[in-house]
């Protein structure tokens, strides 16, 4: 067709309509969105962190027990060593999986499950162990802050060994279909995002706990 | 139970019980049985007309990005009803409840309400206005254009779109189930500290309130992560950044406010929540809290929400005023970075909402400088408006009276809202309705801007346009109120009126309070308009079908389908060569958009997953509330397997073949041919880009060419 | 995408054992030397905070490059720019806030003997 304005450009030259048949990468809409949703969260995280910031002052515990009263070092340092193997079984598992090695992830992913569950089960120990001296959340504004944002956190790890599972029977019964792999792919920068958030819970609300 | 409660609980029905019903209320005890008359109505004619099975397939369970879009859009006008009545309400209260001998009818004091009822028509008004009523507006809006803008048949993850509507529809349901079961929070829209507390409102008030903001949050998250994900990774082949649309651009700045500054507001009601049902001590005027934290965590999402939600309305403005000055947008490039700028800068201004609470004053002076930076891109941003008007061809149609009218309130707004940024001025107006004025400024201004963006791309979603006499009567109804309303405020403000009072003690406001009634009445008689213009141009819509190109001087990639955009958006994905990529192609003679092939399409299923989420989320909302644990137990269990049994789901789309996309495609051509009409006298265009072989039915006098604009107007 | 095998999209390929192993015994030690330095109070604890915040930091920044692949490739740049633009905002909303509320409590709170000294950061 003839253009009655200037600037008619040869219709040959031009690319109106896509003819590459590309399909849109799956996978990397599926982590992307998943990584921004991280981002969110670690949003979540950046304002329980200035919740603590503030009501971690002397005159926050009213008083009462700090947790220079009652973190045992130790005892963290293996919450710690169970959180950071877990994370890295769940590593080998996504160097199984760039293998293809379907045997390979099955067994990773229940290693970094069973990591996983013992940093819980030794935090839910703790919990139990502290509201049992009478070191509850109610105590103080301090201890609320702790408790909340350290529960928070253990929160986070029981999603994600819960989606271990159900990645466990997917990736048994479906093996690596492109929906499979995107899940583990997210659920790896969960894990691993879990890992960061652990760095900044240990040091600054335990080890900077200890020295209220 | 952790916390001391008042009143009755039972593990059966928690705090619910049947004193909660408010039977008496010589307002909520009628309004209850027309709501009851209205939905049997309803249920009654869809029962009637046999449209269940077409409710379900086309709307309930769709994941298609502009019927979700639509339905947000339904949902952000219902609630911008309900919100005028409450403002309607507190209008009229202060009117009435004037001095020391006004008069008291149905029980109260003075006016008609009592201060616990008013309490709660101020908070629900605040809520539902900002998160319910213009958030979605919002959302639906991007929802719908950002997806065609960018040339993508859908968004990145259809069903999570679905399912952040019905999480927000779930918040919507439950703010209006408070008007009949329970109450409202007396507490304002942003909650003080520590009346939030339950031993200060022991009722569920605060419950409710909690969790209808929780709910709109979650939606508006998910949503956020929807736009961003569609924008970065679903552009059409060709189109660079700096080939964007702007009002993408818009919705991209939006976005990524809403993913980072919503998880704020989740973490300080979350902690409230905490109080109130563990009874920690966050915000408890002893054992360790603090007060002002909460203040603190809320304004620091509660600044980037009113930037959330200006930023798509100056991107629906940088849309409109093009087309109707045809001329392109002014400045894109600092438009862009504009944008950005204030994105950025409304980051580290949160402590001006409360500069009274006594930090420091270094702290202080540099959120002041930060807020008054802010007035730089914005003021970038409106010269770039205003050049894109100088020596264009306006034409004032109804989109572009809402826009200018847009303009003006961003004007006075603004210059308001830098009065404020002075913390000498803002210690003598804090709390004053000089701040309501100023804030009711803005979000007019957007609210000028989505009536604009609706009546501007109502065309192009549903295929006619909307009655033009009607939306500038409309336009000019609103405009009346507006003025009538808030001129007055300012002037109050400055007198000393403070906010949220439910008895005015002083006789000298009277004639201001009574000129705001005239307002209200003229916002009444729009509302009555709107309700007319919707029934006029749907009456007529057959006199009104217009071509893909309905105004005849757009611009942008979404122009370029059919009207109505079919379910598929696009049958093959256009390649993009410009910035203005239809402009580019009017230009250069392309404006045959039949594609040269066509391929199968994928397309995502329908699906009742989302309903049945947020139908669970509701119910977890309800229990969380009325503390009916058994509830909030199972709903949170069915809610997380359901996610789970969704995710082992494989078959979730189907595939559209090549030729019948070509059908489909060339039952839209012939329909376009018999049916458009030449738009009205005096606006150019109404291109019918299907093809030269068969002339419009009265589209030879434009040019068999098909060219819409005449020379020399694109500058 | 949808017809390739999903196991050769880069973000599989990328996976690095060598990798995994180096950023946990690195996370590791740095946790280890923190807990060792406040369980022994090595330092005041001005000088304590930093040292700990030097050692989170590093620990984090190793974690986000070889765990989590946070680098300027095609495959992973619009990740590594969503969390570029997020840190900014998650440094404001914590330091803003520390600031204003030091600051307040400067101002407003009543100092008693029993209290151990309200300047500056100490808590």
Redesign the interface.
């Known amino acids: ?9 040869d ?1 040959s030259s ?16 599926r ?3 998943f ?3 991280m ?6 995280f ?6 603590w ?10 008083g ?1 027990p700090t947790p220079a009263n009652f973190v045992e ?1 130790g005892y ?2 293996l919450q ?2 169970a959180l ?2 877990s ?2 079984a769940y ?2 598992t ?2 199984a ?2 293998n ?1 090695n379907k045997a390979g992830v099955i067994s990773g992913l229940w290693g970094a499950l069973i990591l996983g569950g013992a940093f819980l089960a030794l935090d839910i120990n703790d919990v139990v162990h502290l509201v049992g001296m009478g070191i509850t ?9 702790f ?2 944002l350290t529960q928070t956190h253990a929160l986070h790890i029981l999603f994600g060994l ?1 989606w271990m599972l ?1 990645m466990l029977v ?1 990736v048994s ?2 093996g ?8 583990l ?1 997210s659920l790896r ?1 969960f894990w ?2 879990q ?2 958030v652990w ?2 819970v ?3 609300v335990y ?2 706990g ?3 | 139970m ?1 916390v001391d409660l008042q009143g009755p609980w039972s593990p059966l029905l928690g705090r619910l019980a049947l004193s909660q019903i408010p039977y008496e209320n010589p307002i909520l005890a009628p309004l209850f049985v027309v709501v009851a008359i209205m939905g049997v109505a309803i249920i009654a004619a869809l029962s009637y007309y046999g449209k269940w099975g077409y409710l379900w397939r086309e709307w309930l369970t769709t994941v298609d990005h502009k019927k979700i879009g639509i339905m947000y859009i339904i949902i952000g006008l219902v609630m911008l009803f309900r919100g005028f009545m409450d403002g309607l309400m507190i209008r009229t209260q202060q009117a009435m409840a004037v001095g020391p001998d006004a008069a008291g009818y149905m029980g109260a004091l003075h006016g008609y309400l009592t201060p616990y009822h008013f309490g709660q028509i101020y908070s629900a008004h605040g809520v539902i206005m900002i998160l319910l009523a213009a958030t979605p507006l919002l959302v639906g809006i991007m929802n719908i254009i950002v997806p065609i803008q960018v040339g993508a048949r859908d968004m ?2 259809p069903y ?1 779109n679905a399912v952040g509507l019905w999480i927000t529809a779930a918040a919507a349901v439950l703010v209006m189930a408070s008007l009949f079961v329970g109450d409202f929070s007396h507490n304002g829209w942003f909650g003080i500290a520590p009346i939030f507390e339950l031993p200060y409102s022991p009722g569920v008030g605060v419950d409710y309130w909690m969790w209808v903001m929780q709910l709109a949050a979650l939606g508006s ?1 998910l949503g ?3 736009i ?2 569609t924008i ?3 552009r ?3 189109m660079t950044w700096l080939r964007l649309p702007i009002f993408t651009w818009a919705s991209l700045a939006t976005n990524i406010i809403a ?6 507001l ?3 009601l979350a ?1 409230i929540g ?1 109080d109130r049902y ?5 915000f ?1 005027a ?5 007060l002002m ?1 909460y203040t ?2 809320f304004w ?1 999402w509660g600044h980037p929400e009113v930037y959330f939600v200006i930023l798509p309305a100056f991107g629906m403005l940088s849309e409109i005023i093009p087309t109707f000055s045809e001329k392109p947008l002014f400045g894109y490039v600092t438009m862009v970075l504009a944008t950005f700028g204030i994105a950025g800068v409304s980051w580290a201004v949160w402590l001006h909402h409360f500069f009274t609470m006594g930090a420091g004053p270094a702290v202080i002076s540099f959120f002041s400088v930060a807020t008054m930076l802010v007035g730089i891109p914005t003021g970038v941003k409106v010269f770039n408006w205003a050049f894109t008007m100088y020596r264009g061809r306006l034409r004032f149609e109804t989109p572009m009276l809402w826009s200018i009218g847009s303009l003006f309130l961003l004007l006075v707004g603004g210059l308001t809202g830098m009065m404020l940024a002075f913390p000498a001025i803002n210690y003598m107006v804090h709390n004053s309705v000089f701040v309501i004025a100023h804030f009711h400024s803005m979000l007019l201004m957007i609210v000028y801007a989505i009536f604009g963006a609706v009546t501007y791309w109502w065309p192009k979603i549903f295929g006619f346009k909307l009655n033009e006499a009607w939306g500038k009567a409309v336009f000019w109804l609103f405009t009346a109120g507006t003025v009538g309303v808030f001129v007055p405020m300012y002037t109050l403000g400055f007198m000393g009126m403070t906010r949220r009072l439910d008895y005015v003690f002083n006789t000298q406001w009277q004639p201001l309070l009574d000129v705001q009634m005239l307002g209200i009445a003229f916002y009444s008689l729009s509302v009555l308009a709107f309700l007319g213009l919707l029934y006029v141009s749907i009456r007529d819509r057959a006199k009104s079908w217009v071509s893909h190109d309905a105004w005849g001087t757009t611009h942008s990639v979404e122009w370029m389908t059919p009207s109505p955009v079919p379910f598929y958006n696009f049958a ?4 993009i ?1 410009a910035r203005d990529e239809w402009s580019w ?1 009017k ?6 958009l039949r ?3 066509y ?1 199968d399409i994928h397309m995502p299923k329908n699906t009742g997953i989302p309903l049945i989420l947020g139908t669970l989320t509701l119910l977890l909302g309800f229990g969380l509330t009325w503390r009916i644990w058994w509830l909030c137990a199972l709903s949170l269990a069915l809610i ?1 397997a359901v996610v ?1 049994i969704r ?2 789901d ?1 078959d979730t789309g189907y595939i559209i073949p090549a030729d019948e996309v070509e059908r489909m495609e060339r039952a839209h051509h012939e329909r376009a041919q018999a049916a458009v009409e030449l738009p009205e006298a005096g606006v150019p265009g109404g291109v019918t880009a299907y093809g ?1 072989d068969k002339p419009a039915a009265k589209g030879e006098a434009l ?1 068999s ?3 819409s604009s005449p ?1 020399g107007s694109r500058a | ?3 390739d095998d ?2 050769q ?5 990328v ?3 060598r ?3 180096l ?2 015994l690195i ?2 030690l740095l ?2 030397v ?2 060792l330095l ?2 022994n109070h090595a330092m005041p ?1 001005f000088g ?2 930093l040292v ?2 030097l ?2 930091g590093l ?2 920044i190793v ?2 490059y070889f ?2 692949h946070m680098d300027l490739s095609e ?1 992973h740049i ?2 590594t720019v ?2 570029v633009l ?1 840190i900014p ?2 440094i404001l ?2 330091g803003l ?2 600031w204003m ?1 030091s600051t307040l ?1 400067e101002r407003t ?1 009543v100092m008693l003997p029993s ?2 000294g ?1 300047a500056g950061m100490v ?1």
Request: glycine share 8%.
């Open positions: 067709m003839s253009s009655s304005t200037s600037k008619a450009l219709p031009v690319e109106l309509w896509d003819h590459s048949h590309h399909h849109h990468d799956v996978i990397s809409t982590t992307f969105g990584w921004l949703y981002l969110s969260d670690a949003m979540i950046a304002v329980l962190f200035a919740a910031e503030v009501l971690s002052y002397s005159h926050n515990f009213a009462g070092p963290v340092f710690t060593l950071f193997t994370v890295l590593g080998f996504m160097v999986l760039k293809g959340p109610e105590r103080s504004g301090g201890l609320s802050a408790f909340i819960l159900v997917q019964r479906f690596f279909t492109a929906d499979v792999v995107g899940r792919l920068l691993h995002f890992a960061v760095v900044f240990f040091v600054f080890l900077r200890m020295l209220i | 952790l990145a993850y999570l998250t956020s992560i929807n961003l994900a970065v990774k679903m059409a082949p060709g993913l980072t500054s919503f998880p704020a989740t973490v300080a902690l905490f563990l009874g920690t001590h966050f408890t002893g054992l360790g809290g603090n934290l603190d965590l620091l093959v994905v256009p390649h060569n192609r230009e250069h003679g392309f404006t045959d594609p040269d092939h391929e997380i789970i995710s082992f494989t030269q040019g060419s098909g060219i020379e | 995408m949808s017809h999903p196991l999209h880069p973000e599989v390929q996976a690095s054992g990798g995994y192993l950023t946990f996370s590791t946790m280890g923190s807990l406040v369980a604890p304590l905070m700990l915040s050692c989170a620990a984090v974690q986000i765990l989590m495959t619009w990740n969503a969390l997020t905002l998650f909303a914590i806030t520390a509320f409590y709170m209290m151990h309200m808590h």
